[in-house]
């Protein structure tokens, strides 16, 4: 696609249940992070990607949270145990790759979680 | 740890007014600073970066922003703005973890 993809654009659970939410990177980008916004709040830094292992994984809150890039394209980020607090947009961006771009360069439209 | 400061959480101006929306940093390592847009109902988009050389960065749409070392600082600018620059815009440092700050509503009044 031409641009950051990410499904579901809306999500709404239930406490307790497990998610996962996915972003497909723009095509041969090699860098991937996760973020996640609360109303009012700017992104929050949750993991990065530099192809298939996690570079950084400092921003994940807790256990309940974990991301894959298997093969260096497709991530997921999965929830176990969904908290009411979970709820947020979750974002994911991609860039070229180490060397080329430093930082998140483009962002897709979020994953709106709720859980009730 | 690294930090930024939006002072602003708003700001109005007139149409083809020039505005500056305001930005500190904090970094205990080499800073790279960035800008970031976000439209209404739109992705985050990157506006411009600072990794080295000139202080004095260039973004699109008419938008630049200055480094400054000694005040901590990355204040954005636009000489004149348009109905169209109504969005969120949000500082950020880091190097590959970067961070974000809270963000300037930036309100184009006609």
């Known amino acids: 696609g031409a641009g950051v993809s990410q499904t579901p654009s809306n999500k709404v659970t239930e406490k307790g249940k497990y998610v996962e939410l996915r972003c497909d990177p723009i095509?041969?980008?090699?860098?991937l992070y996760w973020y996640r916004q609360s109303l009012g709040q700017g992104p929050e830094f949750l993991i990065y990607f530099q192809g298939t292992g996690a570079a950084d994984d400092s921003g994940l809150p807790n256990d309940r949270f974990f991301a894959v890039r298997p093969e260096g394209s497709v991530s997921t980020l999965k929830i176990q145990r969904t908290e009411r607090g979970d709820s947020a947009v979750y974002l994911c961006?991609?860039?070229?790759?180490?060397?080329?771009?430093?930082?998140?360069?483009?962002f897709g439209q979020g994953t709106r979680l709720t859980v009730v | 740890a690294q930090s930024v400061t939006q002072l602003d959480s708003q700001v109005p101006v007139f149409e083809e007014a020039p505005v500056e929306l305001r930005c500190n940093y904090s970094?205990?390592?080499?800073?790279?600073l960035f800008w970031y847009v976000q439209y209404p109902n739109q992705g985050l988009q990157l506006l411009l970066k600072?990794?080295?050389?000139?202080?004095l960065v260039k973004g699109i749409n008419g938008f630049e922003a200055e480094f400054n070392k000694s005040q901590t600082s990355f204040h954005l600018r636009k000489p004149s703005v348009h109905i169209s620059d109504t969005a969120e815009y949000f500082c950020?440092?880091?190097?590959?973890?970067?961070?974000f700050g809270t963000g300037t509503k930036l309100q184009v009044i006609p």
């Open positions: 950020a440092v880091g190097y590959q973890k970067v961070t």
């Open positions: 961006a991609s860039s070229p790759g180490a060397g080329k771009t430093l930082g998140p360069a483009f």
């Open positions: 970094s205990s390592v080499s800073v790279y």
């Open positions: 600072y990794l080295s050389g000139s202080t």
């Open positions: 095509s041969g980008h090699t860098a």
